[in-house]
């Protein structure tokens, strides 16, 4: 049976029709619906009628629903994660994580409320801020996350009572499109809507006078578009971009045990993560053991289909992403850089073996760029403050890691990183109830936390003068400005 797209309470045939390759066959496995440009239509339509009884509802009702929501989601794992790795590539292990961890974040949101504060309250006046809904919001994902960055758009925005028009990547639509059947059930028709575009309907929504607010995950070249297209009617943006996530070594840090942290906090998705680590900083004293180390760690990863529990990598998402991340290879390659690893696998699918690279500087296209891909580039330094301005010298500021034996040394370093999130020894590690977002052109707002759930609401003022019904007083106009 063809995935149904889901608009105003109902799962509905597309227009037109897209195929979903497998990245490890690099085969199509399933034909979904597609939404034509009236369907988009009907999809704002619906959340905007819905939106004013969603919004009148309490936190608690809605977290309600968004419970049940929860629990049918859940009781489908299985089926979200084969369905992911099926269309994502990753590891069944790690698709079973993205489902339990985005399911973690939804509820922590379905239990959240946002009351409002009394500034001042006395005979005469009362002032109250107040957080209400912004009305109907366009989720837009991308292919390497589909799950848990749908869940960190949809969750928050529903709970403070918005309306969902969510349009997954291309080509990662399945597991949106089975959230939303799953939802046609549990929500109120209207509240949530999922669409399928094939590229090609993301500007019209971005752009459409009834979206409130667009939250997005994706490129920061298509995040400068959506901004583009949202500034016609001043739309409130949140904007999860890309990165060039240094990882800073100290000359303090255990070797072994550092290698492998930053090995994983690099390869984690096959490099497909905004903010893995992508450019790693050692110093020269130990460069020659600590580039040993992941070499042979890069050598010992067994890469393969998602679907084989004994596969540790899975393929690359799709053939364009596939190329570019050769192709930064070969460049190294031609530069006159080292590689170890790196290899593309015979027969089909879109595996590249864990590369792990030496010898470029910091101007070469693998460092400055956002390889987006299991290739990691090791660079020397020999002092700290060197080794800061290097790292902050990129117009990317989504994360950083430090690696020392010395929390509060890598804390201070970490306090001079341009980026939204420093870690210190660990990574990869985002709680729900911590804000996430990116410094300089990684991005703009955040999800996730109370910061998450004021991003998707108006902040309103009630004020209000007790004494108004028997005139003005005299002054009263004293603070007017
Ligand atoms: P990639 O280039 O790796 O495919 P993108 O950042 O372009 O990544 O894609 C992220 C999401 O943005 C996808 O859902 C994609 O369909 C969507 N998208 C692409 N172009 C636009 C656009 N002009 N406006 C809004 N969304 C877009």
Redesign the pocket.
């Known amino acids: 049976m063809q995935p149904k797209m889901l608009i105003d309470g109902k799962l509905v045939e597309g227009d037109f029709s897209l195929d979903v390759v497998n990245p490890a066959t690099a085969m199509s496995f399933a034909t979904c619906g597609r939404a034509s440009a009236q369907q988009l239509e009907a999809a704002v339509d619906a959340a905007r009628r819905s939106q004013p009884a969603w919004a009148r509802l309490t936190f608690a009702q809605r977290g309600k629903y968004l419970e049940r929501l929860c629990d049918a989601i859940e009781a489908r794992t299985g089926e979200f994660a084969r369905l992911l790795t099926l269309e994502q590539g990753k590891p069944l292990r790690q698709a079973r994580s993205e489902i339990s961890g985005g399911l973690v974040r939804f509820r922590y949101f379905a239990a959240l409320d946002c009351p409002p504060v009394v500034l001042r309250d006395n005979e005469r006046e009362q002032i109250v801020q107040e957080h209400v809904p912004l009305g109907v919001i366009a989720a ?4 390497n996350f589909p799950f848990s960055l749908l869940i960190s758009k949809i969750a928050p925005g529903l709970i403070a009572g918005n309306t969902i028009v969510a ?4 080509t990662t639509p399945l597991t949106t499109l089975l959230l939303g059947e799953v939802a046609a059930g549990i929500l109120p028709p209207g509240v949530l809507n999922v669409i399928v ?1 094939a ?1 090609d309907l ?2 019209r ?2 752009a459409h006078p009834d979206i409130a607010k667009v939250g ?1 995950t ?2 920061t070249e ?1 995040g400068k ?2 901004m583009q ?1 949202a500034a016609q009617s001043l739309k409130r943006l949140t904007l999860e971009l890309g990165g060039n996530d240094a990882a800073i070594v100290l000359d303090d840090a255990e070797l072994g045990t550092v290698a492998r942290q930053v090995f994983e906090a690099a390869m984690v998705n096959a490099g497909q993560v905004c903010l893995a680590a992508k450019r790693v900083y050692v110093p020269s004293g130990m460069f020659d053991a600590f580039f040993d180390e992941l070499a042979q760690l890069a050598r010992s990863v067994i890469v393969g289909d998602g679907l084989d529990e004994k596969t540790q990598m899975g393929p690359l998402q799709n053939q364009q992403q596939y190329e570019k991340v050769l192709k930064l290879i070969e460049s190294a390659r031609l530069a006159g850089a080292e590689i170890a690893g790196g290899c593309s696998r015979d027969g089909p699918g879109y595996f590249i073996a864990p590369a792990i690279v030496r010898g470029l500087t910091d101007d070469a296209e693998l460092v400055r760029t956002e390889q987006f891909g299991p290739v990691m580039p090791v660079l020397a330094y020999e002092t700290v403050d060197e080794v800061v301005e290097r790292a902050n010298a990129t117009p990317f500021g989504l994360g950083a890691t430090v690696w020392t034996s010395d929390y509060r040394r890598g804390a201070d370093i970490a306090r001079r990183l341009e980026v939204g999130t420093a870690w210190v020894n660990r990574h990869l590690h985002l709680a729900p109830d911590v804000p996430f977002g990116g410094a300089k052109e990684s991005g703009l707002g955040h999800e996730n936390g109370i910061e998450g759930l004021k991003g998707v609401m108006q902040l309103k003022i009630l004020n209000i003068e007790k004494g108004a019904a028997q005139g003005a007083r005299p002054g009263a106009r004293q603070n007017q400005v």
């Open positions: 837009i994902t991308p292919w349009k997954p990547a291309p575009d590229n993301g500007s929504l971005t997005f994706g490129s298509t578009r959506v297209a």
